[in-house]
Structures are given as structure tokens and as C-alpha cells.
């Protein structure tokens, strides 16, 4: 009814902020009747001319404007109606003056009656029945519009808010906080502009809220409710009331119940409260509660169903709503049963549980509203414990000891129930036999008492024997225990006992032996388990580990087949059998006694062999060796290289006819090199020398050790100084006389050099050592192992004329024949007819045939330097001297031509094949198959004292050094009769008698690669004039308590004892003229250390090196000079090094 009488409502219309000075600050918009204010379909007209260019918003100017201009009576209501979606700019009033403020504008508005309403850029929400939900708006008294379906709003009561935050710019605080002021309300916007039913539903709740606000502004009702006073209220228009009561409407018994009463509508806002239904009662402890204009009915604990009322009323009237609820309420029912005690709660049968096994038990409300409170109750085992999982409690019993029960009780406001479960506790039997032997054998025919108990065991077990007793036994039982007895034992027997319970069974069986045993075979060996090189010796031991009595063993192929007795040795309780293995075999060791029978098996893997490329022994799998072979492309009257030739020869009156020969083919041989290529290079011709050795010249002793009688010249030069040799030598020592080549012949002794100035230029080495006798040790110091040594650094290759018969054969089957002379490749060379000779495969030196020690001494020696023997015997044949003499000159040329077109590989056998890599052309081939000499691998053997008596031990040592291939083996050989025991590499000889005079004892340094290296030590028993005979051992070992000290009189020292970085001499001054000269060398060594020089007779070290140890031979030769070396050992202890001292030692001195 407002505006529908004779004064209808106006509306005005003033916008601003359009993009233009005058308009900026707001402009009145004209109705289209020329005035300010018109009706609503005029206001509808006037707003289609608005503009959409505005820049900066002061809506304070715009709300002054209106204020100021538009003719608002008296009595009227009054609404200002703001839009804008930001925030505002203070902008200058038209004037200039300051900016409008915030109170200003208020009181203008309440000065003239006016409320405000925004619509702006800010979001509203309703904190009520729809929590944090959008609202259209908030009024002054926080009352909120939600929007409904539909397009329709409700109203929620004093929930309503503003978010400032969430507002464009100062929009809340200038804009919004204005409207709550001035009792209107505040709307959001942007719902407005999402259109459709949330635009209608803003539109109605707009409109429905601006009708209230205006009615209340034009309107006043009275009401006499205490008389005489009246309650006026604003307001045309009342609302009658609306409650609503929210609340469950089923519920377990004992749970707690709210009801909230709320006045949903009514003009003024109704009353409200509580009342229970009629003919009923608020249930026990019931709480009322007030909050604003809502209020809320607790109950707690609910035992019973009841309904409740709620009465709200106002000026308008009353109205009530009701409100039931369901008290849910069923009597408890509880449950206990066994569940899997690893915490899968799966119900188990009711089995009992070994004793110290885990129980444990569930207990379930099965049934009851509410559910009930479970507990458990009663005695239960000590160590049991409860848990909770959900509605359900455990209780938990590890290690059960005893049978026991428990008692669950459920309880609720419907009531108590219980259940109960037991648990039985079992335990298997432990069964174990005693007795009086107590697991020993018995002796035979004695008693036997076994007694099987079970000292544990739930319920207890029943035991019984299930066995069947030997003659004489009996079965009986004693108190918890049965027995078996046997009174005269005849024979091994066992009995079992068997105990049952409830929980299980359990057994246990007892033998008794009557002191006998089957017998347990094994073979060991040190052979066992490792391959063995085709040709290889097998020793395998078969041993009796166990058997009573003794086993007898045999050996047997695994096959079957018998093993030759001759291969089976007894060595104390064991066999031990030896063969020479040929292809992969299996043997069994076989045990017997009364008993029964063992048997062991050992399977030995054969590794294959390779044929030696220079018709040798087979080389074994995993052996390296140096291969020579002949390069090509030479022309072969033009050889790169030439030969030098030293013949070293003995002077004894047997060799008359030799000298002779060897005059004859001085000449023959160099005409067959140089038709062969040797020598014809220009300026390296071939050279020969000539060393006697052996003459007994009573004024010049050194001739007996040998002496240059021709030195490095043509053959004619050397065939006329072989008439100069005597005939009346004595004592023949070959090694003195190839040391005398090797030190005094200079085209020998620079042939290294020779090697270096022209690489292009290959030079052969030959020595030829022609003698009938074994060597006389006339110089001590020379040994095997050294002159191999000197030999093969100068790549030199010693063929020898020796007492020593060889023999030859052309097929491995046929018959041996006498030979010529047999070479370092094993062929052997055969006389033909007519003065002709062959050269065959097989040849060997037959070492028993030789003078004394021809064979260990020259025929060894040769043959590692890759030359050959000769028999000089053939030679002394008429009938054979010519086809010696080819054959000789033949394999001479041969040789030297080796030497110089020869090329050097290493070959490795891999399961009978060669693997070989190429190492490079060399010098010859003894340079190709020596040892390197780069201290790959050296030994060196002395004795452990330096002398002994008749009828002592003497021990030697060989002590092997290497750098490269791994670890190094060491075995002995010597041509000692006597009883001699190598221990590892130790060599003792238990009992020095004259039977060890003249005795070397060489022992050999071998590694994996093949290496080897070889040193010897000597025994002499001299006589001495007023004294018995006593041994000597050359050389002697360094002294231990001396630092540095002379072993004769033929050398001095520049000091008695020496520590490193100090100089030392040493001095050969023994009857040394100015006609004589001095050589030094050191014992197994081919060259003197480094950094050290002979001056005069003299050796000087500079700087003494800790290394250096060792004994220094110092040889005269000249004129007058004694054949005797003379030496110094030198010695160092690391912990006791003595002072320097500068006092030297005079010759002649010890």
C-alpha cells in the first residue's frame, strides 16, 4: 500500500563518473517529464541514455548531489539506492575544497532521514544453517538472503556478513560499512551478474527486503500490552511466527541428543521455547540453552524414546512444532573365541597349545544397542595382556605354562551378558635313551642296560620300545621309564623308543657296537685334484680313516680293471700308487674288512703335451719356451754377418793327433763359411783364435790354466799356431781356459761391442773345446752356472770335442748307432759310406761312456748354448775322420748361420697346441734361447759354513731370486755317490768323508714361465802337510760377525768394515809385478755391480751399496803370476754397522 494513494512514490536517477570534467564528480538525470523525479516507468525511460566510459568513481559526490538537489518531504521514506563495482577515489569537491569524508556524508544521511543501500563489488555470506555459503546480501541486523531453488530466497536470521577483504578497493569501509550504519543493507554484485535464477533470486530478495525497510520508514504500530504505556514499533506491516525444531531422529540408548529450536519468520522475531509433549516429561538431566534468538534442549545419556515441543509467538500470534525421537535400546551379547595368535584375527578350532606357545583370545559384542563396554574378568595367567582393535578386546597369553580360562563381560544401558572360554595346554614328549655305555663300544659278551625316559611332556607320554632285542634281551618297565637289558652282547644291535601324548610323538634310537667298525677309505696325494702334464709322475695315497679292524686296500681302475702291482707301494697303514700319466684316468681306492667295504675315487686330467720344436722331450701345458727360427730374404752367398772362432785346446800328449786335425780344418772351415755367405761383408771378415790350456811350464804356471797363443786373425794365422801346441799337459781345466778366451781374446771379448757399431751387422760366436780328459777344478771359482751364464750374454755357442761316446737313429723303433757327435736339437750326425754322413732326428750323449765328469761338466754346458758334442773317439777312427770332419764343418756352418739370419719367439703349450708371439730378430740363437738377463730369475747356492772337518754335516742353500713369473722351484743334482738329503732347498751332507772329494752339487732356480737358472758349490779334500786330511767348500759363505775381511793374502782392503754411501777398494797385490795384470769379477755374477772400476789392479767402489755383499776373486796373469785366485768376502749387519775407519789393510794381511 505504500505509494498507492494520492502521493505515488518518485525515483531519481543521478550517475557519475562518466569520462567528462563536468560529469566525473555526478550529474542528475532529467525524467523524461523535465523534472528531477519521476514515476517508475519514467525512471525506466531515463536510464537507457546511461553512459559506459566513467574512469574514476567518488560515489560520496554523487550521494551530496542527491542530498543537495532532489526535493526529499517531510514524512516520506527516504532510500538511497548506490551501484558501483569499485572502490572509491577521494576526488576534489567542484569547488576545489577537500575531498568528502566519511561522517560527513552519515550525518547529512541521518539529518535527512535516509537510508542507504549498496550494490557493490564485495562478497556476502551466510555463517548460519548453510555455513560459509554465498548470500545475496546482509542487512543491518546481519539477517542474510540465500539464494533457493528455483529462482526464490530465504532469510537466515543474524548470520549474515560482509567479507572486507574480499571487496574492490576501500568499497567496505566506505561504502559498505555506510549502509549497515544507516540501517539498510549491503548486496553482492557479482551474483546479480551471473543472471538466470541467481539474478531472479536477487532481484525478489532486492525488492522484498527494500519494501520492509521502507515500510517501517512511513508506518508505526501501537501496542498496549501494559497499559498505560503503548509499544509503538515502526512498521506497517506485521508477520505472524515461524518455528522449526531440528534434531535426530534415532539414536543408540546412552547417547547424547540436541535440539535447536529456530524462529524461521515472524514480524516482530517470535519467542521461543521448550516444552515437552503433552502428558510427558523432559528426560532425566535434560539442558536448556539460549543463544541470540535461538535456543537448544540437551539431553544426555538417552535411555527411552520421547518427543518434545517447541512454542514460539509475537505480536502476531504463536504457532508450535514437534519433534520425536527413536531411543534405540537391545540387551548386550558378548562372545569369546580363539583367533590365530600372530595378530590375523581368524577364528582357530579350539586345539590346545604347546606348552610355551602363544594363546590368544577374542572376545566380540555380538549383539546389543547400544554396544556394549567389554572387559575381561577373573584370574587369568600372570603374563597375559589386553589389547583393543576397534569394538573387539584381545587378551594375549605367550609362553603358556598351564591350562587356564577367561571370562569376558559386556555391558550397556540394555543390559549385562558374559561368555567364557578355556584353554588346554599341551606339551609333545622329549624321549631320550641312557645307558651304561654311554654311546662307546662294549666290549663283546659284556652287559648292556638302556633306559628310556621323557622328562617333559603333557599329558605324559606312554613310551614304548619299538625295536626287536638280540638273543638274551629283555624288555621291562620302572616306574616312568622302561628298560631294555642284554646280558652278554654278541653283536652290534639298536633299539628305538617311542613316546605319545596327546601333544605328539617323539622318538629316539640308540646303537651299540661291539668294538667293531666298516672301514673309511680316502685318497690324498699331492696329486689330488690337480691336472697333471701328459708324461707327468702321479702319486696318489690311499689312506684308512676308519675301520676296526684295519682295512686291506687295493687299488683298482674304475673300470675294473686290475692295477700292476709294480706301480703299488706300501708306506706304514697306507698304499700308495704311482704311475706315468698317458691319458685321463679314474682309480679306486678300495677298503675292506670284516665289516663291510669303502671305496674313493680320483680322476686325474691329463694336459696334453706339446712336441718340442727342436726335437726334444714334449713340452709340458702351460710351459713357455724360446723358439729359434730361420729368417729369410738374405742372399745366400752374402750373409749379413761374420763369425768369430776361438779354438781352445788341450795340451796333454794324447792329443797329438787332434792338434793335427784341427789344422786341417782351421782352413776347410772358413773356405765352407765364406762359400756359405759367412764373412764376406766388406770390412767384417771372419777371425779365429787359438787358446792351449794344460802345459806343464814349471817357469809360467798360468799356462796350465790356458793362455792366447794366437789371437784374433785369419784361419792360415791360426793353423800355423796350432804347431806351437805342447804335448805334455797333466791337469785340464776347459772352464779356466774359456775364461782366459773370454777375458784375453779381444775380438771375443768385444763382440758385444762390435754388435752395437754396426746393428746391420750380425756376428757368430763359436768356441770349440777339444780335450780327452773331464775337467780338473783347477780354478774353484768357475762353475757351471757362471760360465753358462758368461756364454749366453755374448750369445756364444760352445761345441766340444770330448771322451764321450753318442749315438744316433733315424726312426724312434729302430736300432741305436754309434754317432759323430749329437747336437743341442737332439739329431744326432752318422757316418755314411763313402766319407759322407747323415744328420738324424734322435741323438743322445751317453753320459756314462765319458771321462770322469765330461758329461756334467762340457756336454751339459754345450748343449744349453745350443751347440753340440763330438766324439772324440770317432774322430781317432781312420775310417770315420773324413766323415767326421764334414759332418763337423756342416753343422758348424749351419750354426753360425742360425746365428746370424735367426729370429726369436715365445711359445706357450696350451693342451698340445703352440701359441707363440714373435719377439724380434737377435744375434743368434743362443742369445734367443738363453733365460733373459734382466734379472728375471737368478739362484745363488753357498754353504752354510766356510769350511768343515772330517766326519761333519755340511748344509747348503739355494736360494732362488725373481722378479717376474711368479714363485720359483728349486731341485738339486750331483754326481755324489754318497748318501746325500735334499731338504727343500737345502742339501745336507749328513757325513763329510774323502769319498766327497771333487764333488759339485748343482741345484737348479726353475719358474712358471720356463725359466731357469742354475748354481753350483764344490767339495775338495786337500792334504796338508803335518795335518789329516780337510774338506773345503768353494765358494765359502760371508762371515757373520765380520764386516769386511780377506780371505788371502793376495788382497787388501781400504777398510775393516764399510756401511752404505762409503767409498771402498779392494787391492790384488800379491806378487803382482809391473809385468803382470789383475782381473776382478764376483762369484754368480757375469759382470761386476754398477758403478764400480778396476784400476790397476784394483777394484773401487765409489758409493757402497747394501747389494753389493758378496765374494770378490781377484786372478793374476802375466809373467810369474800364481794360477790361485785370491778373493774377500764382504758381509754387512744391518743392526750393528761399524764406524768407517781409515786404517787400510796392507797386502799380505788376513
Known amino acids: 500500500g505504500i505509494g498507492a494513494g494520492l502521493l505515488p512514490n518518485q525515483f531519481g536517477l543521478v550517475v557519475f563518473a562518466k569520462d567528462h570534467p563536468d560529469h566525473i564528480k555526478g550529474r542528475i538525470i532529467t525524467m523524461p517529464n523535465g523534472e528531477q523525479m519521476g514515476y517508475a516507468s519514467e525512471f525506466n525511460d531515463a536510464r537507457k541514455g546511461l553512459a559506459l566510459n566513467g574512469r574514476l568513481e567518488d560515489m560520496y559526490l554523487a550521494m551530496n548531489l542527491a542530498l543537495d538537489n532532489y526535493p526529499l518531504r517531510q514524512g516520506l521514506a527516504c532510500q538511497l539506492i548506490g551501484v558501483t563495482d569499485e572502490g572509491r577515489y577521494k576526488l576534489t569537491q567542484p569547488d576545489g575544497s577537500a575531498p568528502l569524508t566519511y561522517n560527513y556524508i552519515l550525518q547529512k544521511m541521518i539529518a535527512r532521514g535516509c537510508i542507504l543501500n549498496v550494490v557493490v563489488n564485495e562478497q556476502m555470506k551466510s555463517m548460519g544453517e548453510a555455513n560459509d555459503q554465498p548470500a545475496l546480501g546482509v542487512s543491518s541486523n546481519n539477517d542474510s538472503a540465500m539464494e533457493v531453488p528455483g529462482g526464490n530466497f530465504k532469510i537466515i536470521r543474524g548470520k549474515g556478513r560482509a567479507f572486507a577483504e574480499s571487496g574492490h578497493g576501500s568499497t567496505h569501509k566506505d561504502y559498505v560499512k555506510m549502509a549497515m550504519a544507516l540501517g539498510g543493507a549491503a548486496w553482492d554484485l557479482n551474483l546479480l551478474r551471473k543472471g538466470g535464477d541467481t539474478a531472479a533470486a536477487f532481484t525478489k530478495a532486492f525488492i522484498d527486503l527494500k519494501v520492509k525497510e521502507i515500510s517501517k520508514q512511513v ?18 506491516l506485521g508477520e505472524p511466527p515461524l518455528v522449526d525444531i531440528t534434531g535426530p531422529s534415532e539414536v543408540e540408548a546412552g547417547k547424547n541428543v540436541t535440539f535447536e529450536c529456530v524462529p524461521v519468520a515472524g514480524d516482530p522475531i517470535p519467542e521461543v521455547e521448550f516444552k515437552p509433549a503433552e502428558g510427558t516429561s523432559f528426560p532425566t538431566g535434560y539442558r536448556i540453552e539460549k543463544v541470540g534468538d535461538v535456543i537448544r534442549l540437551h539431553v544426555p545419556a538417552a535411555a527411552e524414546s520421547f518427543c518434545v515441543d517447541c512454542f514460539g509467538n509475537n505480536l502476531e500470534g504463536d504457532t508450535t512444532d514437534s519433534h520425536c525421537i527413536n531411543v534405540l535400546n537391545e540387551p548386550p551379547v558378548v562372545q569369546v573365541d580363539r583367533v590365530n595368535p600372530s595378530g590375523v584375527d581368524n577364528v582357530i578350532p579350539n586345539n590346545p597349545v604347546l606348552r610355551g606357545g602363544t594363546a590368544r583370545l577374542r572376545c566380540i559384542p555380538a549383539a546389543g544397542v547400544p554396544s556394549p563396554t567389554l572387559t575381561w574378568e577373573g584370574q587369568r595367567p600372570a603374563q597375559a595382556f589386553v589389547t583393543e582393535v576397534d569394538d573387539n578386546i584381545f587378551i594375549t597369553v605367550p609362553n603358556a605354562q598351564a591350562d587356564f580360562c577367561v571370562n569376558c563381560v559386556g555391558r550397556s544401558f540394555a543390559g549385562e551378558h558374559s561368555d567364557s572360554k578355556c584353554v588346554t595346554v599341551h606339551e609333545s614328549p622329549d624321549v631320550e635313551i641312557t645307558g651304561t655305555n654311554n654311546g662307546n663300544p662294549v666290549v663283546y659278551g659284556g652287559p648292556v642296560r638302556l633306559e628310556c625316559i621323557s622328562p617333559t611332556g603333557l599329558p605324559p607320554p606312554t613310551l614304548r620300545w619299538d625295536s626287536q632285542l638280540p638273543t638274551g634281551g629283555r624288555f621291562s618297565e620302572e616306574n616312568n621309564k622302561i628298560v631294555v637289558t642284554v646280558e652278554a652282547v654278541t653283536k652290534d644291535f639298536c633299539v628305538t623308543c617311542v613316546g605319545t601324548n596327546a601333544a605328539g610323538s617323539d622318538s629316539d634310537s640308540e646303537c651299540v657296537r661291539v668294538r667293531q667298525e666298516p672301514p673309511e677309505v680316502e685318497i690324498t696325494g699331492s696329486n689330488k685334484g690337480f691336472p697333471v702334464n701328459e708324461g707327468g709322475e702321479v702319486e696318489l695315497v690311499c689312506v684308512p680313516r676308519a675301520g676296526i679292524p684295519l682295512p686291506s686296500l687295493r687299488w683298482e681302475r674304475a673300470n675294473g680293471d686290475n692295477i700292476p702291482l709294480t706301480n703299488v707301494r706300501q708306506r706304514g697303514n697306507s698304499t700308495v700308487l704311482t704311475f706315468i700319466a698317458s691319458a685321463d684316468v679314474c682309480v679306486d681306492c678300495i677298503g675292506t674288512n670284516a665289516v663291510g667295504t669303502d671305496r674313493d675315487q680320483e680322476c686325474i686330467d691329463v694336459l696334453t703335451t706339446c712336441p718340442h720344436p727342436r726335437g726334444r722331450d714334449s713340452v709340458h701345458h702351460g710351459r713357455t719356451i724360446r723358439n729359434y727360427t730361420t729368417r729369410v730374404g738374405f742372399p745366400e752367398t752374402k750373409l749379413p754377418g761374420s763369425a768369430v772362432v776361438v779354438f781352445v785346446v788341450d795340451e796333454s800328449g794324447s792329443m797329438v793327433g787332434e792338434h793335427r786335425w784341427l789344422s786341417e780344418t782351421v782352413v776347410t772351415l772358413q773356405q765352407n763359411l765364406v762359400a756359405r755367405g ?34 784374433c786373425s785369419t784361419a792360415e794365422r791360426v793353423r800355423s799356431a796350432l804347431s806351437s801346441l805342447h804335448v805334455d799337459g797333466r791337469l785340464e781345466d776347459g772352464y779356466s781356459a774359456i775364461d782366459i778366451a773370454l777375458r784375453e781374446v779381444p775380438c771375443l771379448r768385444n763382440i758385444q761391442i762390435e754388435r752395437a757399431r754396426d746393428p746391420t751387422h750380425t756376428t757368430a760366436c763359436q768356441i770349440i773345446l777339444a780335450t780327452d780328459e773331464g775337467r780338473d777344478r783347477l780354478n774353484t771359482a768357475l762353475t757351471h752356472g757362471s760360465m753358462l751364464r758368461r756364454l749366453q750374454n755374448l750369445g756364444c755357442v760352445l761345441n766340444i770335442v770330448i771322451n764321450e761316446q753318442m749315438r744316433g737313429k733315424l726312426n724312434e723303433n729302430d736300432e ?12 744326432a750326425v752318422i757316418a755314411d759310406a763313402s766319407d759322407s754322413f747323415s744328420i738324424v732326428p734322435y741323438g743322445e750323449a751317453m753320459k756314462i761312456t765319458g771321462a770322469e765328469n765330461t758329461h756334467d761338466a762340457y756336454v751339459d754346458l754345450a748343449m744349453k748354448t745350443l751347440g753340440a758334442a763330438w766324439d772324440l773317439n770317432m774322430l781317432r777312427t781312420e775310417q770315420y775322420k773324413q766323415s767326421f770332419t764334414n759332418g763337423f764343418i756342416e753343422v758348424k756352418v749351419q750354426e753360425i748361420r742360425r746365428q746370424i739370419i735367426g729370429q726369436c719367439n715365445d711359445c706357450t703349450c696350451r693342451e698340445g697346441q703352440w701359441l707363440c708371439r714373435e719377439i724380434g730378430v737377435v744375434s743368434g740363437e743362443s742369445s734367443c734361447l738363453s ?24 748344509s747348503f742353500v739355494c736360494q732362488p731370486v725373481t722378479t717376474e713369473g711368479g714363485n ?17 732347498n737345502q742339501l745336507i751332507v749328513s757325513n763329510v768323508e774323502s769319498v766327497h772329494n771333487d764333488r759339485e752339487y748343482q741345484c737348479q732356480a726353475s719358474n712358471v714361465n720356463g725359466i731357469s737358472e742354475l748354481s753350483s758349490v764344490h767339495i775338495s779334500v786337500v792334504s796338508r802337510e803335518g795335518a789329516t786330511e780337510q774338506p773345503t767348500t768353494a765358494p765359502p759363505a760371508p762371515v757373520a760377525d765380520q764386516a769386511i775381511g780377506g780371505s788371502g793374502s793376495g788382497v787388501s ?32 755374477a757375469d759382470t761386476l755391480p754398477e758403478g764400480t772400476r778396476e784400476e790397476q789392479g784394483r777394484l773401487v767402489f765409489d758409493s757402497w751399496r747394501f747389494s753389493y755383499r758378496g765374494r770378490y776373486f781377484c786372478i793374476q796373469f802375466g809373467d810369474g803370476a800364481s794360477p790361485e785366485p785370491s778373493s774377500v768376502i764382504i758381509s754387512q749387519r744391518l743392526q750393528e754397522i761399524e764406524a768407517l775407519v781409515d786404517a787400510p789393510t796392507s797386502c799380505g794381511s788376513k
Open 678 to 711: 759367412v764373412g764376406r761383408v766388406a770390412g767384417h771378415p771372419n777371425q779365429f783364435a787359438l787358446v792351449g790350456f794344460a802345459h806343464k811350464d814349471r817357469t809360467d804356471r798360468s799356462r796350465e790354466m790356458g793362455k792366447v797363443l794366437q789371437g
Open 968 to 984: 720359483s722351484t728349486v731341485t738339486w743334482s750331483t754326481n755324489d755317490v754318497s748318501a746325500v738329503t735334499p731338504q727343500g
Open 1053 to 1084: 782392503t781400504s777398510s775393516r768394515s764399510i756401511e752404505n754411501g762409503y767409498p771402498l777398494e779392494l787391492t790384488c797385490c800379491s806378487g803382482l809385478s809391473s809385468t803382470q795384470q789383475a782381473v776382478w769379477y764376483m762369484q754368480g
Open 816 to 827: 741305436w748307432s754309434r754317432a759323430l757327435g749329437v747336437a743341442s736339437n737332439d739329431q
Open 219 to 236: 508506518c508505526e504500530r501501537c501496542y498496549c500490552d501494559a497499559p498505560p504505556t503503548a509499544d509503538c514499533r515502526p512498521g506497517c
Open 931 to 954: 733365460p733373459p738377463s734382466n734379472g728375471a730369475l737368478s739362484a745363488v747356492a753357498a754353504p752354510t759354513i766356510a769350511g768343515a772337518s772330517l766326519g761333519e754335516m755340511v
